[in-house]
């Protein structure tokens, strides 16, 4: 499946008066120049926020963060997320560590497959951050989908037949591709592949594999945008169908979004500081840095019901 968008690409900046923004793709994403996150106005703030939304992922090169700034330039966008998987770092609990050494042989990575944050949550989270700190020579990318253009680029009789859907949103896929691929050990990932009972779940992990329900189609509460709501790695079904009416459709949708038309990929770098918008797209990271040692920092938003 290709897509080329003609007349439906627009990811050309707004103006702006106090911050540069310099798109990254024509699809989604954007570069942030000429300022500090850790030190932004009012103002400013106000115009990455705006981006933000507009570009569906942002970052910004060569930001000196202590844990305590990236604690609090994400406070700015409101109240942190239950987060599903990882412990804050001492002091941070909001500021979770994302770490593998070099050498680690993983079968699964956080982050792997495509994938929106915790949609498994009754109100899963908004915006997510992700600082980098050591970063591989290369490999490690991070690679965004704009789910907002592959809902614009849907055919009307679609859009049509979609819109009163709800997808069931769940960890099942996770714990069970942890559980084949990747030993147990003290990780987000490994601790999930510690869990080989499914009848003697914790109760927190029994509530994520239960998990949600959630519109296929959902409206950003703020800019009024429609997004296809669904993705490769948490969405387990479509409540009214069986699973063989649900799984052509979530495997058509979930291609339709993440074929390349429609991406941006981010080079991480040393104190690169990235922001994305979970309601407006899907992301993925790569399982291809074994050599090397790769270290971030991630913080999670809340967000609404979906609606």
Not at 229 to 242: F, H, K, N, P, V
Not at 259 to 264: D, I, R, V
Request: aromatic share 10%; with cysteine.
């Amino acid at each position: 499946m290709i897509v080329h968008p003609t007349g439906k690409f627009d990811n050309a900046p707004a103006d702006n008066r106090f911050i540069e923004v310099r798109p990254l793709a024509a699809a989604m994403g954007a570069e942030i120049c000429g300022v500090q996150a850790a030190s932004l106005s009012d103002e400013a703030f106000a115009e990455v926020r705006a981006a933000l939304f507009r570009h569906k992922m942002i970052y910004f090169r060569d930001q000196d963060l202590s844990h305590a700034d990236h604690n609090d330039f994400s406070a700015r966008f409101g109240p942190f997320a239950e987060d599903a998987y990882t412990k804050g770092v001492p002091g941070y609990p909001n500021v979770q560590p994302l770490l593998k050494e070099a050498g680690t042989r993983a079968g699964v990575i956080f982050g792997a497959g495509w994938h929106t944050d915790s949609p498994f949550l009754a109100t899963p989270p908004a915006i997510s951050t992700l600082y980098g700190v050591d970063i591989p020579p290369y490999g490690g990318d991070t690679i965004w989908a704009n789910a907002a253009l592959a809902y614009a680029m849907l055919s009307d009789t679609m859009k049509t037949m979609i819109a009163p859907l709800k997808v069931h949103m769940s960890m099942a896929l996770v714990l069970a591709s942890a559980r084949t691929y990747q030993k147990a050990d003290d990780t987000a990932i490994g601790r999930l592949a510690a869990t080989r009972d499914m009848d003697a779940l914790p109760d927190d992990v029994a509530r994520k594999v239960a998990g949600a329900y959630h519109p296929l189609v959902r409206t950003h509460p703020v800019t009024g945008e429609k997004s296809l709501y669904c993705d490769q790695t948490y969405s387990a079904g479509i409540e009214g169908l069986t699973p063989a009416e649900a799984e052509p459709l979530l495997k058509f949708l979930v291609a339709h979004i993440t074929q390349p038309a429609f991406t941006a990929r981010l080079r991480w770098a040393p104190k690169t500081l990235a922001l994305w918008d979970n309601r407006l797209c899907v992301h993925q990271a790569f399982n291809d840095h074994d050599a090397f040692r790769r270290e971030l920092y991630r913080t999670t938003l809340a967000g609404e019901a979906p609606a």
